[in-house]
């Protein structure tokens, strides 16, 4: 827990940076590796929502699970929690997609995009199927990371 109080303290400190009279070329060097961090944190965030599922830690606090947790406590969207705790199951069965994800390299939007590939009634049919999952994970993160996200959209849909 005293990691996340010193990233507490980093991003006080950013946030009082002055961005006022800074230039387009310093404002995007700043974005790129805010964007990256961004990434980074939500792929945690989806790791420890699926813990907390796992652990039935939503149970602590009197809610039956994680998603009316989020709702409840962090004020998500209904849409949004369930986003994201599906991102976390998802990550579960694609470790590349994960892996990427936690590099900072794809963003929560692309896990969304990628997740139903892990959801279990098209994880039985690909194993019914004799289907290299892991090979479709690996291809997944590698279109996730390097092109645009109607590319990827098209990849899932295939």
Do not use: Y
């Not at 194993?127 to 098209?154: N, W, Y």
């Amino acid at each position: 827990m005293q990691q996340l109080q010193v990233l507490g303290s980093l991003l006080d400190e950013l946030s009082g940076e002055r961005l006022e009279g800074m230039f387009g070329p310093q404002l995007l060097e700043r974005l790129t590796p805010l964007l990256t961090l961004q990434n980074r944190i939500a792929a945690e965030v989806a790791r420890t929502v699926r813990q907390c599922e796992l652990a039935d830690a939503a149970e602590f606090d009197g809610k039956a699970t994680m998603i009316s947790w989020l709702r409840g406590h962090a004020r998500f969207s209904q849409s949004a929690a369930n986003t994201l705790v599906r991102n976390g199951r998802a990550l579960e069965h694609l470790p590349a997609v994960a892996a990427t994800f936690a590099a900072g390299a794809i963003s929560a939007e692309a896990v969304s995009v990628i997740a139903p590939v892990a959801a279990p009634k098209n994880l039985a049919a690909a194993v019914e199927q004799d289907v290299d999952v892991a090979g479709i994970d690996e291809v997944l993160a590698q279109v996730a990371a390097t092109t645009f996200h109607t590319e990827l959209r098209t990849a899932v849909g295939h």
